[in-house]
């Protein structure tokens, strides 16, 4: 009974904190917190800038980029790669396989990640120790490359989508911060629902994920921009390019312009262009969602690190 | 208000103290006393629920962790997933003497202990600043902006990398402008430890501060107040009450970064190398990658994968055992 009201007493303690430390701040503090904001700005400044300069390189013209004199903002602004880049039916369709890689390999991840989570959550669940053993010796311990790429190609899943989106199905990251939620669960409302005649599956299906929603959507989330990043996989096995995602059209041109740049050609400074065109426009969708998804990223990570 | 407060903390608590024994007599009690019959019996839903990921962990994280039997066997193109015959420590021997092993070896070993040493503790020294930041929006602003480029592939990493250090690149106008000669970075061995680790800096680290930031708001306030009391400065403090407070994090981190300690970067340096740079940028799995993949040497290959991926095994356990007996925490 002598627990303080806690909607009254955070926001006070705050400002009591604050006040108390305005007052007793020497002077060599105040000096220190103007170096650190200062010190903050410039890390924001250094954490933008490749983005700005990347931005400002795609609406440049060659000439300037070539004479090194593009940094900040375009020189010779022009439109007419990003014209180019996007008139081309290799990028769109690259990018059409991205979204479609995307989704499926986020469906299935989702599907297999939420069972298995929460039939490991259950800890009367016979058996399970052996199940979570199994399960997390695969982050410490794993097949390697070789080994990996000849059972894909042995199952015949080089050349099809099924090689991109099966393999990393399972994140056991994410795995854990799912179980982890699923532990928390409050169980009445499980054993209610069963008294009331649900199966398991209806307890799942009816109660526990509609509860869930929050950490359904960190984990596509997860999942969905890991997958929007992957190109590993497709440079590992996929030979044609019409099934490339974008991320591997990207990996090409640059793969291209190294090349070039060993021979000592200049015509580099074209792919320069092309490059920041395409980078842009590959990284234009996370950017734009960004703002919106980095909270719930933050969140996932504040879940799995409460239970480790 | 405040009644309701006390009331639903009271309630709440009584049922924790009432809660915990039932449930953990309940547990023991099954535990001991189902059979698998019995078990399969109640639960066979939730089993439905295990079957298929159990199925894909079987095929395609345990086949392949057998798979790695052909660095002990002869491996035929289209033969058998696990090799036709025993050829014993062939393989093994043959990297061993081989001096290209020995150069990705150490070229793995050095960009590893950098990557560790530089990348590790950034990321405990920005929380620290954050913390001290007392202007909400800003403290917002900071975060949401570094931790952006985690959020990018490391395609376009590699990307940015290469356009910042090419001959027009931010890099050397900055060379130009202060009257040096440009440098060609990407041709350029001696350079290519700097612009990794550098790369790795800039998008590992605001996102790096999360867990650190968690940790410190769970120190508690009154920690603080009584050091004011006993006349600590702000870096006593922070010394004394802080940096204890993060340490179990610090702790569990440290002991993931040692485990993929070998593991460095393999994407990137794919992405990012060329054969100018292969004296300081090959390292072990980009040459397993040329060996395996490209030039079609499986089980060569494999035995230098099996021997680093013991060997990142053997760093985690031991890691976590040293940290364990010295520290007190550990993974498990």
Redesign the interface.
């Known amino acids: ?1 002598v ?1 303080t ?4 007493s955070v926001p006070d ?1 705050g400002a009591v ?2 006040s ?2 305005t007052i ?1 701040d ?1 002077t060599g ?1 105040r000096v ?2 103007y170096v ?2 200062a ?2 700005l410039l ?2 400044v ?6 700005v ?2 931005v400002a ?1 795609a609406f440049s013209s060659e000439g300037y ?7 900040l903002f375009p020189r010779g602004f022009n439109t007419t790669t990003f014209s180019a880049v996007m008139s081309d039916d290799m990028f769109w369709l690259n990018y059409r396989n991205t979204v479609v890689y995307t989704v499926v390999a986020t469906l299935i991840a989702m ?3 939420t ?2 989570a ?3 959550s ?6 399970r120790s052996v ?1 979570v053993g ?2 997390v010796f ?1 982050m ?12 894909i190609s ?1 199952l015949g899943m080089k050349n099809s989508i099924w090689a991109i989106v ?2 990393n ?2 994140s056991v990251f994410n795995l854990l911060i799912m179980k982890s939620f699923f532990e928390n669960f409050p169980a009445e409302l499980e054993e209610a629902a069963a008294i009331d005649g649900l ?3 209806g307890v ?1 299906g009816r109660i526990v994920l509609p509860l869930s929603k929050a950490v359904l959507a960190t984990m596509v989330l997860f999942y969905a ?1 890991s997958f ?5 996989q497709a440079f ?1 096995y996929m030979d044609r390019s019409e099934l490339y995602p974008v ?1 591997m059209y ?2 090409n041109l ?1 793969a291209a ?3 070039v ?2 021979m000592g050609s200049d015509s ?2 074209i792919a ?1 262009n092309v ?2 065109v395409t ?1 842009v426009l ?2 234009l969708p ?2 734009c969602f ?2 919106f998804i ?1 909270r719930f ?2 969140s996932g ?2 879940l799995g ?1 409460v239970k ?1 | 208000m405040s009644t309701e407060g006390t009331l639903t903390e009271a309630n709440s608590s009584g049922l924790d103290t009432i809660a915990p024994p039932i449930k953990t007599r309940r547990g023991r009690s099954r535990h001991s006393r189902t059979t698998w019959r019995e078990a399969l019996k109640k639960d066979w839903r939730l089993y439905t629920f295990l079957a298929l990921p159990v199925l894909f962990l079987a095929i395609f994280r345990y086949v392949p962790m057998a798979g790695n039997i052909i660095a002990f066997r002869r491996f035929q193109p289209g033969g058998s997933l696990f090799g036709e015959y025993w050829v014993g420590f062939y393989y093994f021997e043959q990297f061993w003497n081989d001096p290209t092993f020995w150069r990705v070896f150490t070229n793995t070993l050095i960009l590893g202990a950098l990557s560790l040493v530089v990348v590790f503790p950034l990321p405990i020294i920005l929380a620290l600043l954050l913390n001290e930041v007392r202007t909400r929006t800003f403290k917002r602003a900071v975060q949401t902006i570094t931790y952006l480029p985690h959020f990018m592939s490391i395609v376009i990493v590699a990307g940015i990398v290469l356009q910042l250090t090419s001959l027009d690149g931010t890099i050397n106008q900055i060379i130009s402008a202060v009257g040096g000669e440009p440098v060609s970075f990407m041709q350029d061995p001696s350079w290519f430890r700097t612009i990794y680790v550098s790369s790795e800096v800039w998008q590992t680290v605001g996102w790096g501060t999360i867990l650190y930031l968690a940790a410190l708001t769970t120190i508690d306030d009154q920690l603080y107040e009584a050091a004011r009391i006993d006349g600590a400065n702000r870096w006593q403090q922070t010394w004394h009450i802080t940096l204890p407070g993060i340490r179990p994090t610090m702790i569990v981190l440290l002991i993931l970064n040692i485990g993929s300690f070998l593991a460095v970067g393999f994407e990137k340096i794919l992405l990012l190398y060329n054969p100018l740079l292969y004296p300081t940028a090959d390292v072990i799995s980009t040459y397993l990658f040329r060996v395996g993949i490209n030039s079609g040497s499986y089980s060569y290959s494999t035995a230098i994968g099996l021997f680093e991926a013991i060997i990142g095994l053997t760093l985690v356990m031991s890691a976590n055992a040293i940290s364990r007996r010295v520290v007190g925490s550990s993974l498990w």
């Open positions: 009974m627990t009201d806690p909607t009254e303690l904190r604050n108390m430390r007793k020497t503090y220190f917190r650190n904001t010190f903050l890390i924001c250094i954490t933008l800038y490749p983005f300069n990347l390189k980029i070539a004479a090194g004199e593009v940094n599907a297999l990640t069972t298995f929460y039939a490991l259950k800890k009367d669940l016979k058996g199940f199994i399960t695969t410490f311990f794993s097949g390697g490359l070789i080994p990996n790429y000849l059972l042995s099966i393999p199905a399972i199966s398991t599956y799942f921009v929007w990043n992957s190109w590993f590992l991320t990207l990996r640059l312009a190294t090349s740049e060993d580099v400074q320069s490059q920041a980078m590959t990284v996370i950017v960004y703002p980095q990223f933050v990570v504040m690190s480790g």
